[in-house]
């Protein structure tokens, strides 16, 4: 009887020295052509105009001349945060936030949930909240401008008719703010009603068939099963929601114009009026490199307290 021993060849002393679970060189050449156009894109389109900004901050660049201009240093950067006119904007972008963020979270929560919970028209309650957020803001501006307008607007017609007094939506700050919120919330919610639809479906259905069995109502599930399951999903919309408020510009630029008597300038606005209307390139870089690093630090702080909730929980 004749045993047959079969051996493996030993490994290169190259392929020994490789990690375990490296991709072979031409899986890693592949991936590398794939991720190309993107960081071509990506370099031309952001990184590159963030490093003009940052160069045309150094100078009193106009933008009714070519070239550079003088080299000023940090002048540029000290008269921004000197400017009360830049805090004041910047102020307006945080109050803007603060009146928006938390109902757009809570009602794109509230609409995903019931849209998951009917039996019927589902699809149809899913494209309604969701179209508003593709209709372009010039025409979501002029919408509301239409039904804010006094004596003929809509809105003004349905108040006065029930004996309700009619806010001055565009002649007034405390109207100003709420008609741009009003506006706010019905153009932008579809998106975060996307985001916790998808994370609503990722539930484990036998998760509420048990709850069911257990005697849980609807409500009781709501509020012990999908609302926690949920946690992860709300932070992204939380952070990204917060991001998006702090750079609002188009809907109170239509809307208001950052009147009246710029009351509802955001810091955007306040960029834009510096480096197109009166000409400072490079003043208005500056202003938006100190905009930036506030962004930024918004969220890294953000980004730092999620992980260190993380490092607790897992301990």
């Known amino acids: 009887m004749t045993t047959v021993v079969s051996t493996r060849p030993a490994p290169t002393a190259s392929a020994a020295a490789l990690p375990a679970d490296r991709p072979p060189h031409s ?57 009360p006119l830049f805090w004041e904007a910047m102020w307006h ?26 039996r019927r028209g589902r699809v149809f309650y899913r494209v309604a909240f969701f179209a508003p957020y593709v209709v372009p803001s010039s025409v979501v501006a002029l919408i509301f401008l239409w039904m ?77 099963i999908t609302v926690p399951m949920l946690g992860r999903t709300t932070s992204l919309v939380l952070i990204l929601q917060i991001l998006a408020s702090l750079k609002v510009f188009d809907q109170i630029y239509l809307l208001l114009a950052g009147g009246p008597d710029q ?17 400072r390139g490079g003043y208005g870089a500056a202003a938006t490199m100190v905009y930036f690093v506030i962004i930024v630090a918004i969220s890294a702080a953000w980004y730092g307290l999620r992980r260190r909730r993380a490092t607790s929980a897992a301990a």
């Open 27 to 83: 899986e890693r050449r592949a991936g590398a052509l794939l991720t190309a156009p993107f960081l071509v894109i990506y370099l031309l389109f952001l990184v590159g105009p963030l490093l003009v900004g940052v160069v045309l901050s150094f100078f009193n660049t106009t933008t009714v001349k070519s070239g550079l201009g003088d080299w000023v240093g940090l002048s540029n950067y000290s008269e921004v945060v000197t400017d």
């Open 93 to 118: 972008s945080v109050l803007f936030t603060l009146l928006t963020t938390p109902p757009l979270v809570v009602l794109a929560l509230a609409a995903a949930i019931l849209a998951s919970r009917v």
């Open 148 to 224: 804010y307008t006094p004596q003929i607007g809509l809105i003004p017609k349905i108040l006065g008719s029930v004996g309700l007094p009619v806010p001055d939506f565009i002649g007034s700050t405390s109207g100003g703010w709420t008609a741009v919120t009003l506006m706010t919330l019905w153009w932008t919610f579809g998106f975060n009603f996307v985001l916790y639809t998808a994370a609503i479906q990722d539930v484990p259905p036998d998760v509420y068939e048990a709850a069911a069995i257990d005697g849980a109502g609807p409500w009781q599930q709501i509020r012990h």
């Open 263 to 279: 009351s509802t300038r955001p810091v955007i606005e306040y960029i834009y009026d510096t480096g197109f209307t009166s000409y």
